[in-house]
């Protein structure tokens, strides 16, 4: 808090990139990232002309580019501006695109918020109709930093219904209230587990926490995601579920997530 503090509040948006959706966590390993890439491929799904990027702010952790089957190093354009890679009509941007993928990588703070205004600003992202911003988990300076730095015209967040990950969502969601960044509303994922053999519903992380907690924060609740296989399998392999099988269950649910932010 003391470090955000010091650097410059006003906002400044990112040129030729109209809406900024950002899509966040309070704990990690939550599905904030696939939640986060099968949004964007959704929205250019629904709005078809609309130009999507996805913007991976995630430093500690880049998984975008996998999902994405991107593999950097991205390069320099004649402006000295990096050229996001693309995929599926998306362009995207991460920190895996500039560092080994073996290489670990150890930030300090500083660095990380550096990084991610790169990332941000250094990136010949336009035009964009839509740039998703995959966060790190968490409340911390980055956040706070990035919520204060940029016009951001609304964030998602992502949780399971488990309790301990609805505490941090919460926290998450009271962090952006207080800096006035508009809150759409929260996304439960892992809800339920269909199994395919016998047809019985499991709830592993407990039935609609995540519902609940909406209601209580008098947030919407913009998305219900099934724990399923195809949607992690896809993931892993780099073709998402919504552009894998178009036509199933999984990428309507992401589909119609898209339909309302
Ligand atoms: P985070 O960005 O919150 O750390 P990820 O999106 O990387 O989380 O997801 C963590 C793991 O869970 C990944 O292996 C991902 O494929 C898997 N996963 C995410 N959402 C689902 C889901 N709805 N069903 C099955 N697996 C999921």
């Known amino acids: 808090q003391k470090m955000a503090r010091g650097l410059p509040k006003k906002k400044q948006p990112i040129?030729?990139?109209?809406?900024?959706i950002v899509v966040a966590s309070g704990k990690g390993g939550v599905g904030k990232s696939t939640t986060a890439v099968n949004?964007?491929?959704g929205i250019k799904?629904?709005?078809k002309d609309k130009m999507v990027g996805v913007l991976d702010a995630d430093v500690y952790g880049p998984s975008i580019p996998r999902m994405l089957n991107l593999t950097g190093p991205a390069f320099l354009n004649e402006a000295k501006?990096?050229?996001p890679l693309s995929n599926y009509g998306i362009k995207c941007m991460s920190m895996g695109f500039m560092t080994d993928n073996n290489a670990p990588i150890v930030w300090r703070g500083l660095m990380v918020m550096s990084a991610i205004q790169n990332l941000l600003r250094q990136v010949a992202w336009a035009p964009l109709d839509?740039?998703?911003v995959d966060m790190p988990p968490g409340t911390g300076d980055t956040q706070l930093t990035l919520s204060q730095t940029l016009p951001i015209?609304?964030?998602?967040?992502v949780s399971t219904p488990q309790d301990i990950a609805l505490l941090d969502a919460r926290k998450g969601a009271e962090m952006f209230r207080k800096v006035e960044v508009p809150v759409l509303g929260l996304v439960q994922n892992?809800?339920?587990f269909h199994c395919p053999k016998c047809g019985h519903d499991t709830h592993i992380f407990g039935k609609d926490g995540t519902k609940s907690l909406a209601e209580?924060?008098?947030l919407e609740t913009l998305g219900d995601i099934p724990l399923d296989i195809d949607i992690r399998e896809t993931s892993d392999s780099g073709k998402p579920v919504v552009v894998s099988n178009p036509d199933g269950p999984q990428a309507k649910a992401y589909v119609d997530l898209a339909r309302r932010v």
């Open 130 to 132: 839509y740039l998703v």
């Open 190 to 192: 892992m809800s339920v």
């Open 39 to 41: 949004l964007a491929l």
């Open 81 to 83: 501006q990096i050229v």
């Open 153 to 157: 015209d609304g964030v998602v967040i």
């Open 15 to 20: 040129e030729g990139v109209k809406q900024v």
């Open 45 to 47: 799904e629904v709005r």
């Open 216 to 218: 209580e924060m008098q």
